[in-house]
């Protein structure tokens, strides 16, 4: 028979469920012909893409589907080792590239092209897996390992026509162990358990290697209450739709589901004392009473293996109360912008509390932990903070210069994250410090990012924002960066700006944990429809001002959804689209992809006028308000809601010039910081500023997150509770003194 040659796509905008089905035919016609090599790949890679875009269920779908698999199985067990290597790689990453989206809305059908993972054993399989999570370990991709979990879950109790799934999601979450990302399996897995929980009720629908991954779950989870409590409603209904059924199948499901939840209650029962566990069981009384009717085998094999932990880093578990005194920090020479930012960062308790608990024995942090100590527990009401201040301003600030506060934050948490691991033992803090990670030494107080959004820009660059910085013409000098008179400056502010080098989370970095998101931009083209995603990460998101409506007032929730607003790329800022081979117009967009458990945002008011030099305030109307929430990806949607518990305000009309003091909220008692002085205050003093007083930096917590308390002196580490104490004592002698000198 003559062999006809057929390309799946010869125009990528032409790729359809029609041509699919075309060339899957014609392929399975051909049993004794295969495409080269390249062509081969490229038209597996189609496949996926194609398959991505259908819809419909596994029956409306079935007979496609059976072809498919017969001609990957075909290409697979027919090419030699190199090309086979080759393409299953390529299926994956393309594969990958659809899940690793959080809003995709790729078919489940999708998944049938894993069946090219057939003929690998186990072994290879995890190894296979290895490659994409390590791929996406150590860069800002790592936040779509969070969005391709959450999709291969939800494929699972949807979706019943993959045979190789349930193995595939094995493998990823092996993965996934192996490389310790236990907080993101805890979370998305809690997340997702009750209807994964749910899947079992139907038995016949159950593949064997499914209901092995959720056993896995249930079982990895069983030291999680919130775990339990998205299963408890559930388990009656499963229990008996099971004990239904007398088939071997569903008896040992049933065994194996009373086995997991018994040891889950039993964990929790151990845990719980007197009215706390009386709560328990009346919360879940429904759950123990279906559990009473079977008997627990108590040697599944699923309990076998340990449970997963997040990681605990909020110390949320400190049983005292923080102390009423509230104690100011001496302006050293316009250092307010130092001494509202670590007044914020105070009252930031897991924050706080980690660094003096511990962090006592770590570079910079030691540090930072015996102010913070002494701002817990000093009787004075003021406190000298020039040891902190000596070892931590940044190289290019100037003595006796206003500075930015915002830029102070962002040096000092580099300056912080290069050294979480280091030893205080024998520092020599004389040295200039060294900042290892993302980026150098922050942008200069007056020069501009060195690309912004609208202009030139690749999807893949990262677009952290970064705002304009303020402060003295000498700091920009000093550190050989640019100074008012660049021609850039005259660039017009965009709604969002970027960092120029790459980011990511650092999942051993406490920084990252308390204050780091991920921001998801996605690039659609306007003619196929094609997208490219990139990841970029943040510690604080800088919040432009639109051109406002006439009848409208700005808010902190409006400059949010403004920095998430879809963006079009036309004329000169045409996209690259790959799928279409040139230059095309599109559409861009930023969701947040990971939410920070402590978010900060930094209110661009600030504009520079060529005419004058000098950055001038806008001095807008805002609402700033109390709760905020975040534009997020759909799987992070119970994760976006915040509270706001400090505010860092500019009193002046210039970056050059003004004060910075700060509002803040502990133990439920708003205060007033402005450097020494302490008074009581509320939070509605937000709103009834003056006109050059202005809120800078915002500080909101997570609601899931809680607000923590200060260590009692007592808990702390014996050098901090020394230091304290000799504090202390050097204080009420140095009263003593003056009141005996005193005429």
Not at 626 to 652: E, K, N, W
Not at 692 to 716: H, K, W
């Amino acid at each position: 028979m003559a062999v006809k040659k057929h390309e799946l796509v010869q125009d990528n905008r032409q790729l359809d469920l029609n041509s699919l089905m075309q060339y899957i035919k014609l392929m399975n016609e051909q049993p004794h012909y295969l495409p080269p090599p390249s062509e081969l790949v490229r038209n597996c890679q189609d496949i996926v893409k194609c398959l991505s875009r259908t819809t419909g269920t596994d029956e409306q779908l079935w007979e496609l589907l059976q072809s498919i698999e017969e001609f990957l199985h075909r290409v697979v067990s027919s090419v030699h080792t190199g090309v086979r290597h080759e393409l299953i790689t390529a299926v994956l990453d393309k594969f990958h590239s659809f899940i690793f989206d959080p809003q995709s809305d790729a078919c489940p059908a999708t998944s049938i092209v894993l069946v090219v993972l057939d003929g690998l054993n186990d072994e290879e399989t995890l190894s296979a897996a290895r490659w994409l999570v390590q791929q996406a370990d150590h860069s800002p991709e790592a936040a779509g390992l969070r969005a391709s979990l959450s999709c291969l879950y939800r494929w699972m109790y949807e979706w019943h026509g993959t045979p190789t799934l349930g193995e595939w999601v094995m493998a990823y979450i092996k993965a996934l162990e192996e490389n310790e990302h236990f907080d993101l399996l805890v979370e998305v897995s809690v997340d997702n358990v009750g209807h994964l929980f749910l899947a079992m009720g139907n038995p016949v629908a159950l593949r064997q290697s499914v209901a092995d991954v959720i056993f896995h779950i249930m079982a990895s989870l069983r030291e999680s209450a919130e775990a339990l409590d998205r299963i408890s409603p559930h388990v009656g209904t499963v229990l008996v739709n099971l004990a239904a059924d007398s088939g071997q199948w569903s008896r040992q499901i049933l065994q194996d589901v009373v086995d997991i939840l018994t040891a889950m209650v039993d964990g929790r029962m151990e845990l719980l004392k007197g009215d706390a566990q009386d709560m328990f069981k009346e919360k879940h009384a429904d759950l123990m009473s279906c559990l009473e009717r079977h008997m627990a085998s108590r040697d599944c094999r699923f309990l076998q293996r340990p449970p997963w932990r997040a990681r605990d880093v909020c110390l949320s578990s400190v049983n005292s109360h923080a102390p009423m005194r509230k104690v100011g920090l001496l302006n050293l020479g316009n250092t307010c912008y130092m001494n509202s930012v670590m007044q914020a960062l105070l009252v930031t308790r897991p924050f706080s509390t980690h660094t003096v608990l511990k962090m006592n024995a770590v570079p910079y942090w030691s540090k930072m932990g015996m102010l913070f100590a002494k701002m817990m527990h000093s009787i004075s009401t003021k406190l000298n903070p020039d040891e902190f201040f000596s070892v931590v301003k940044p190289p290019f600030f100037t003595k006796d210069n206003q500075h930015d506060s915002s830029e102070f934050l962002g040096y000092l948490f580099e300056l912080l994250q290069s050294h979480e691991h280091g030893s205080d033992r024998n520092f020599d803090y004389t040295r200039p410090p060294i900042i290892v990670g993302r980026r150098a030494l922050p942008h200069s107080p007056h020069s501009p990012p060195h690309s912004s959004d609208g202009e030139h820009s690749d999807p893949g660059t990262n677009r952290r924002s970064v705002s304009p910085r303020p402060g003295s013409s000498a700091a920009g000098s000093s550190s050989g960066l640019k100074r008012h008179g660049d021609p850039e400056m005259h660039l017009p502010l965009k709604k969002r700006m970027r960092m120029t080098e790459s980011a990511f989370l650092r999942r051993d970095s406490f920084i990252d944990s308390m204050f780091g998101g991920v921001l998801l931009t996605r690039v659609e083209c306007t003619e196929c429809h094609s997208s490219s995603l990139s990841r970029d990460v943040f510690r604080d998101l800088q919040l432009a001002f639109p051109e406002k409506l006439e009848g409208t007032q700005h808010s902190v929730q409006s400059l949010l959804e403004f920095y998430c607003s879809k963006e079009r790329l036309s004329g000169d800022n045409r996209y690259e689209c790959r799928d279409c081979g040139g230059l095309r117009d599109a559409e861009r967009s930023v969701l947040i992809e990971t939410t920070p458990k402590f978010l900060i945002l930094v209110l661009k008011n600030f504009k520079f006028e060529p005419k004058l030099q000098v950055q001038t305030k806008l001095m807008l109307s805002i609402h700033h308000n109390h709760t905020v929430t975040l534009p997020t990806v759909r799987s992070q949607a119970d994760h976006s809601a915040y509270i706001l518990y400090a505010a860092v305000i500019h009193a002046g009309t210039t970056l050059d010039s003004g004060h910075y003091y700060t509002l803040a909220k502990d133990n439920g008692q708003w205060h007033m910081y402005n450097d020494d002085v302490v008074s009581a205050a509320e939070e509605g003093q937000l709103s009834g500023l003056n006109r050059s007083s202005t809120p800078y930096i915002l500080f909101y917590r997570r609601t899931d997150i809680d607000e923590g308390t200060a260590p009692s002196l007592e808990e702390m580490p014996p050098k901090v509770q020394e230091s304290v104490m000799a504090h202390n004592k050097h204080y009420v002698e140095t009263v003593r003194k003056m009141r005996l000198t005193r005429p």
